[in-house]
């Protein structure tokens, strides 16, 4: 996965309110441990409310051994991942592959072409340029951006859901999930937690977050959006459960090259990183969902974010900022609110 760092969007820290709730009912009293492991390039923090400290030991260790094994098949920093042996297959050649993959292919595919391409993980050609560029400080030359674009495009990447296969259709493709993998890895995590019968959890991955069943007396979960992570904005303060949510766009991992300064995320029209500086938080009901969404909507127009929200099946609200030039955010507002944002916007 991409190197990410935590960033202050989320502000984790006061991301939990209530440490301890009172006994209800015959219920007993539920404590909140929390616990953090570096996984996929970033850190992957686990809050939950359990009764004593060896279920909640137990559980989060779980979560991470899920965390980790989803790793070793989307990683396309390990060679050895499912998803860099997929990269490796022969052109137009079909390729079995695990159920996990397979699903997080075909959302992945289903965001792409609601997106009109915005999302598209078939960029992988692109995004290794444009790594590369952000280390070196150099742009790639054309003849390179050209034969990265010769080797992307969703519809290149025929996925066949009935038995698991995938073709790739032109050569030199490489798929990288970075801008989905995040947010699918915290919802099974929490997933592994409910099922041990803790369901009053969050997972945390930079960016994105998993949220489950609120803190025990609490509504929600209160989390803080701050887009560009700068101490003189006023965060926006949400309470929201059983959800995901995620924030893309200009991040601390933009690169200056020859006085422009572009993002991580690659628009697919340019080959670059996206030099418009926004920052879209995505409120979802789940994290896999708004970690696709908050990268499509980086990527996209006005007419294409609204195109993409009345595709979905479910609510979805998307907070698009952009800096004006005295230094303020303009929020501009997209979609309806998910069930779990229990503050309404
Ligand atoms: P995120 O931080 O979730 O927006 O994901 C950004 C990561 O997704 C990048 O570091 C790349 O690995 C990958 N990526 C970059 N551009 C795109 C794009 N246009 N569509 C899908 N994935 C992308
Ligand atoms: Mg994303």
Not at 68 to 82: G, K, M, Q, V
Request: net charge neutral; aromatic share 4%.
């Amino acid at each position: 996965m991409t190197r990410r760092w935590i960033i202050a969007w989320l502000a984790l820290g006061s991301l939990v309110t209530g440490v301890r709730a009172a006994a209800t009912g015959d219920t007993p009293a539920l404590q909140r441990f929390a616990f953090t492991e570096p996984h996929m390039g970033t850190l992957f923090q686990i809050v939950l409310f359990a009764p004593e400290a060896s279920a909640a030991q137990a559980a989060a260790s779980a979560a991470f051994a899920r965390i980790a094994e989803l790793n070793r098949l989307f990683s396309d920093y390990d060679p050895d991942s499912e998803v860099s042996r997929l990269s490796r297959a022969p052109v137009g050649t079909p390729v079995k592959i695990s159920p996990e993959l397979a699903e997080l292919l075909q959302r992945s595919q289903t965001v792409a072409r609601q997106s009109e391409g915005a999302f598209d993980v078939t960029l992988g050609p692109m995004v290794r340029q444009w790594r590369e560029a952000r280390k070196t400080g150099l742009l790639p030359d054309p003849t390179a951006r050209e034969e990265a674009r010769q080797a992307t495009g969703h519809r290149y990447l025929q996925l066949d859901p009935v038995t698991s296969t995938v073709v790739l259709a032109r050569a030199g493709m490489r798929i990288d999930l970075g801008g989905i993998a995040k947010g699918y890895a915290a919802d099974e995590a929490l997933a592994v937690m409910k099922r041990r019968g803790l369901p009053r959890a969050m997972v945390a991955a930079s960016g994105d977050l998993a949220l489950g069943d609120p803190p025990p007396g609490k509504s929600g979960w209160t989390v803080e959006i701050a887009p560009f992570g700068r101490a003189s904005d006023i965060p926006l303060t949400l309470v929201v459960a059983n959800a995901g949510i995620s924030t893309s766009g200009d991040t601390e991992q933009a690169v200056e090259i020859g006085g422009v300064r572009y993002s991580h995320i690659v628009d697919p029209a340019t080959g670059l990183g996206l030099t418009k500086p926004v920052a879209v938080s995505v409120i979802a009901r789940d994290a896999t969902t708004s970690d696709a969404l908050a990268t499509a909507c980086s990527v996209a127009d006005g007419l294409v974010i609204e195109r993409l929200i009345a595709a979905q099946t479910d609510a979805v609200r998307i907070l698009h900022h952009q800096p004006r030039s005295d230094g303020s955010v303009e929020r501009t507002l997209y979609g309806r609110d998910p069930a779990g944002l229990v503050s309404r916007l």
